[in-house]
Nanobody, 125 residues
Framework: QVQVVESGGGLVQTGGSLRLSCTVS????????MGWFRQAPGKEREGVGM???????YYTDSVKGRFTISRDNGKNTVYMQMSSLKPEDTAMYYC???????????????????WGQGTQVTVSS
């Protein structure tokens, strides 16, 4: 049984930082690309970033230069370091695993096989 568990969310002031973690069990983590998505109240889910099995990462424009995805295959964990947070970053953040994947479609949620329950990030102004 595959489990995807996010952690690290919380309340932070504008300009602050958080590091989200996502630990996966029940699959060969090394073979999967890991994506981060978010959904704010009343808005559609959007892709935030993706880290593939080769260490490449991709980001949506609004977080480039502020968010960084990394992974520790030994711990079956992917991280997303979020810096210079803004109120518009407030959302529920989800981690998802996919194999195989199309790099050009990294932000398409329907290509991801396994999802976590999410962790809330709230940025106060």
């Amino acid at each position: 049984q595959v489990q995807v568990v996010e952690s690290g969310g919380g309340l932070v002031q504008t300009g602050g930082s958080l590091r989200l973690s996502c630990t996966v069990s029940g699959l060969n983590f090394d073979d999967y690309a890991m994506g981060w998505f978010r959904q704010a109240p009343g808005k559609e889910r959007e892709g935030v970033g993706m880290g593939d099995d080769s260490g490449n990462s991709y980001y949506t424009d609004s977080v480039k230069g502020r968010f960084t995805i990394s992974r520790d295959n030994g711990k079956n964990t992917v991280y997303m370091q979020m810096s210079s947070l803004k109120p518009e970053d407030t959302a529920m953040y989800y981690c998802a695993a996919t194999r195989p994947w199309c790099t050009g479609d990294w932000d398409r949620g329907d290509q991801y096989n396994y999802w976590g329950q999410g962790t809330q990030v709230t940025v106060s102004s």
